[in-house]
């Protein structure tokens, strides 16, 4: 039940993607501003997101999933209705609120669902639910957009939200709260204990087991006091900062740079990286839950190298002038984004307790999202006014190859947790 609301949150959220060439000329929308309407969404994502994350700590989470599903679809719905940039932009806005409830809540019920050795295997295979969704957003989107109309698609996965949130009403159960610590967090309360007791032995140190629930401050300094969940979190903005520029603009690119008809670049635009990330992110799943078996580190080491074989990818995908070449780096980035994306919340509740899981998704989608919003804004802004000695086309190209160092970058910070880590244990041998 929860792949089916994972697999409409996101094809929602790419159906207006997938028609931007046609609201371009209906609407009479400037590559900037349909940056602007891509980026809005995630800024208000961001926002909400570790206020609805802490939510879930506190509440019912099926409430939660439930509520939040029936808003965002009628918000689709609603988008069929705009015509202007400002009612794209605010119904956009609103969509990014319904939709920041959804993985804080959906996280943390299947991880109290499934033991700890077998998480990553499970959170993957809700994982592909974003990927198909994906594929279904942008090609069905496209598909309706160029026989019927660009506001179909909304009406139909709208429709179909409003319809799933009740039948779920009287299917979805709700697990019990997981209050096992995971090892790593064991070992780090250990060493607070050993830390207070040396400054003082006479006063009693606070051992934050976290068996009640934190206020909602108390839960952000808890997460932003571990150098490793801010470490994780910086990765993300910048694996998200990359996904969202292909969310958002390939389905044009395709469109522009080998013009290709809408349906075929909307389905391109996802096919090829959605499927290959579909398949094979259970895959790494099993793979993370095996090398963590081993060492501690096993599910941030399959995202390190999933972020560095993926950034050669993006470098190609952006250069690339033949469909073959294009296609095949397509399908190579989605492997790696599915090795990456598989450890997003599996790896950070390794360093955190179980009380706070949906604070911390929350605040991973506020810190990911702000960086994600930047990715589409900075390609529109470069395509529109990056100079006129090349086209437009060519700057989209560039600024594409060029976000590979994002990838980079987050497989460092990836690297540094592993670092500190061992540094902290050797110290306290």
Same mark, same amino acid.
Do not use: D, R
């Given at each position: 039940m929860l792949w089916c609301l994972c697999f409409l949150n996101y094809a929602d959220r790419q159906v207006l993607s997938s028609v931007f060439p046609v609201l371009e000329?209906?609407?009479a929308l400037s590559k900037f501003q349909l940056g602007m309407i891509g980026s809005i969404f995630m800024w208000v994502y961001a926002a909400s997101?570790?206020?609805a994350g802490y939510l879930t700590d506190l509440f019912k989470r099926k409430l939660l999933l439930l509520t939040g599903c029936f808003f965002w679809s009628v918000i689709a719905i609603v988008t069929g209705w705009c015509s202007s940039f400002w009612q794209f932009f605010t119904a956009r806005a609103l969509e990014g609120l319904g939709e920041s409830v959804y993985f804080p809540a959906s996280q943390s019920t299947i991880s109290d669902a499934h033991l700890e050795q077998n998480r990553s295997k499970a959170l993957g295979v809700h994982q592909s639910g974003v990927y198909l969704g994906t594929i279904a957003g942008s090609w069905v989107g496209a598909f309706l957009a160029q026989?019927?109309?660009w506001f179909y698609g909304f009406y139909l996965f709208g429709g179909l939200g409003v319809i799933l949130a009740g039948v779920f009403f009287f299917f979805l159960r709700e697990p019990a709260r997981n209050l096992k610590a995971p090892q790593e967090v064991l070992l780090s309360l250990e060493d607070q204990r050993d830390i207070a007791t040396e400054k003082s032995k006479k006063q009693k140190p606070r051992i934050e087991t976290l068996e009640t629930p934190l206020g909602m401050g108390e839960a952000l300094g808890y997460l932003l006091k571990r150098?490793? $969940?801010?470490?994780?979190?910086?990765?993300?903005?910048?694996?998200?900062? $990359?996904?969202?520029?292909f969310?958002?603009?390939l389905p044009?690119?395709?469109?522009?740079k080998f013009?290709?008809?809408l349906t075929m670049a909307g389905f391109y635009s996802v096919i090829f990286i959605q499927m290959a990330s579909a398949l094979t992110v259970p895959l790494f799943g099993v793979l993370a839950d095996q090398l963590s078996r081993f060492t501690s580190n096993g599910r941030i080491l399959v995202q390190i190298g999933s972020l560095l074989i993926g950034s050669i990818a993006i470098a190609i995908i952006g250069k690339a002038t033949t469909l073959p070449f294009l296609f095949t780096s397509m399908v190579l980035f989605g492997a790696c984004k599915a090795g990456y994306d598989n450890g997003i919340f599996s790896a950070l509740f390794d360093y955190i307790e179980p009380h706070v899981r949906g604070s911390a998704v929350g605040l991973m989608n506020t810190f990911g999202w702000v960086g994600g919003a930047l990715g589409p804004l900075v390609v529109g802004a470069a395509t529109t006014y990056g100079g006129e000695k090349s086209s437009a086309i060519a700057r989209m190209s560039s600024t594409i190859a060029i976000s590979s160092i994002a990838y980079i970058l987050g497989a460092a910070l990836l690297g540094l947790v592993i670092v500190m880590k061992k540094g902290a244990l050797s110290k306290k041998r």
């Open positions: 000329k209906q609407c997101s570790f206020f026989h019927y109309g150098p490793a $969940v801010l470490l994780i979190l910086f990765a993300f903005i910048c694996a998200n900062f $990359v996904a969202a520029i969310l958002t603009w044009t690119f395709l469109f522009e013009q290709m008809e």
